[in-house]
């Protein structure tokens, strides 16, 4: 039994506790800590499996009987706690990003030389089924050499200007899913980027400096080319798509739905929405995410998706965000190191 510690109680920490209590197998919530802990949060955690809750997660690092952690605090603080999770010891299961600073993610990747300590980015897309499927279809040459890959990415409703001021932008906090995506379903990387983008959704996303609406081309090394399209809002719910075509022929995944009911009347034909939210449309990949995670734990093999996957995604967007600032497309070996 794999016995984990979670490090931040947010949104993100409430669902890996959930799915672990509920879902997981061979794994339990040994504690959870936040410095914000009240008596609230701790009913919640507690009737969602935690055995144990604190606000200090140096607790969690200095207890034996914890192997790994799930670093579920804020952006900033995630190379940090990484570090220290590492130095003392323990597998990680971090959020992404790792960081946004470029330097910081590699002083993680120092840490983990010759440790024998296992790094988890929690890119969960990877595990849904959808994209599942996408992947399996390419490896298996179902659509022959990739020529383009097209992924749109919609949310619902855009988040305040607050939370804006601190996720890093657009590219670091809600495209970087998709830069991934890009280097998964490829299984190649990217060598250019170039980024255009405006302010369509909310006055207040550019007056706090970023934009929230944004289309991303992509050159990779193996000679594909991948679009991207991202928007804060979308009216009909989350909006969560991709196609891969390739000279033998494509594939298409759609959106998820409640149901695939489709009624046909004289007034035309409907089908439910779209579901609405990234909890309702990815709760399972939340699950097999961890899922795996436990298992390359208890079997001693790789993780599905290391810190080289979280330094590549960053790199990505720091160069997608300079193509926007320059007008220009961007090398990622221009990107400083």
Request: hydrophobic share 40%.
């Amino acid at each position: 039994m794999v016995r984990i510690g979670i490090i931040g109680a947010g949104r993100i920490g409430k669902v890996h506790c959930e799915s672990i209590g509920r879902y997981v197998k061979n794994a339990v919530v040994a504690c959870v800590a936040d410095p914000f802990m009240d008596e609230g949060t701790e009913q919640t955690l507690r009737a969602l499996g935690a055995e144990k809750v604190t606000k200090d997660y140096r607790e969690i690092l200095a207890d034996k009987s914890v192997d790994a952690v799930l670093i579920c605090s804020s952006t900033d603080t995630h190379a940090q706690i990484s570090v220290e999770a590492i130095k003392a010891g323990k597998h990680v299961f971090c959020e992404k990003p790792v960081d946004h600073d470029v330097k910081k993610i590699l002083t993680v990747k120092e840490a983990l030389q010759g440790g024998g300590v296992k790094y988890q980015v929690g890119f969960n897309r990877r595990f849904d089924h959808n994209f599942e499927a996408v992947k399996k279809a390419i490896d298996a040459g179902r659509i022959g050499h990739l020529d383009v890959l097209k992924i749109c990415s919609r949310d619902p409703a855009a988040p305040s200007a607050d939370y804006i001021k601190v996720s890093g932008g657009i590219f670091l906090d809600m495209t970087i899913h998709d830069f991934d995506m890009v280097r998964y379903l490829s299984s190649d990387e990217v060598e250019s980027v170039y980024a255009v983008g405006g302010v369509t959704v909310d006055k207040a996303i550019g007056e706090a400096g970023d934009i929230d609406t944004a289309v991303v081309t992509m050159k990779l090394k193996g000679g594909a080319l991948a679009v991207i399209d991202n928007c804060r809002r979308a009216a009909y719910g989350y909006d969560q798509r991709a196609e891969a075509f390739g000279s033998l022929g494509q594939i298409a995944v759609a959106n998820d739905a409640s149901s695939t009911a489709v009624i046909s009347d004289a007034n035309g034909v409907t089908a439910e929405k779209p579901l609405y939210f990234f909890l309702e449309r990815y709760m399972q990949a939340y699950v097999k995410e961890v899922s795996e995670f436990v298992r390359c734990i208890e079997e001693d093999r790789p993780v599905p998706v290391g810190i080289e996957d979280g330094l590549q995604a960053v790199v990505i967007g720091l160069a997608a965000k300079r193509s926007l600032q320059t007008g220009a497309p961007v090398r990622l070996d221009d990107i400083v190191r």
